[in-house]
């Protein structure tokens, strides 16, 4: 939002609710020995922050518009049905890009009444390759638990194939900020943010270590998620 210059504290708001209630779901689909969907009978706290989550979720839908209502109510059944869907065949980390480049282009542009044009089109296309390309690390940690029960990426590929195929997709999504930053539709600081975090990533795939652990994926790849918004708001002289 801030790379497209249409800001709203609203959408920001709605948009951090859904996630932290999706990754509560989450949670609680594995206290239940990951059933379908969530088994009330045994309390914990887990349970009462869904709770007290998707009553501010339902308050912030409420205030949005019908049509901006609507796409996200479509999205719904990739939540209650995660369990599930994520067992087809790479089916996974294209829901999760799909889902955070929905979350930072489309749901505000159909909010605040932007016209889904070209540089719309490319810039939810730069954000959902540039999330592709920072998920394959955390399939990387758990390929030793899903060789049993799933079929990823770093599985088919192996792990040096799959880290190159990350770099690979974060610069063709560099490569699509350039192009539209060549053609005006947004300023030199949106390319040079998509550029850093690129040899970012770059570097902290073929650190020494091999392992990637919790602690490692949190800390290097998710961060790239915080420094992207970070360095664009600093390259932006702290503007929104």
Known sequence: MIGLKFFSFKILSFSFF??????????????????????????????????????????????????????FIVLTPFIFFYSYLR????????????????????????ELLVAIDEKIILIF???????????????IRDIEFDKSKLVTIPIKLGIQKSKILSIILSSISTLITFIIWHFNYVDLEFFLTFLITTILLSVFLFLKSNQFTSQKCSFLFEGIFILMPTILFILNGFEI
């Open 125 to 139: 296309l730069a954000i959902y390759l540039k999330v592709l390309a920072i998920t394959i690390p955390f399939d």
């Open 87 to 110: 067992k087809i065949k790479y089916f996974k980390i294209f829901m999760i890009a799909f889902s955070w480049s929905y979350f930072s282009v489309l749901l505000p542009a159909v």
């Open 18 to 71: 859904s996630c932290f209630l999706a990754y509560n779901f989450i949670n609680n689909l594995k206290e239940n020995d990951n059933q379908g969907f969530i088994s009330m009978n045994k309390f914990s706290l887990n349970k009462l922050l869904f709770i007290l989550l998707l009553f501010i979720l339902i308050y912030l839908l409420f205030n949005l518009k019908l049509i901006s209502a609507i796409s």
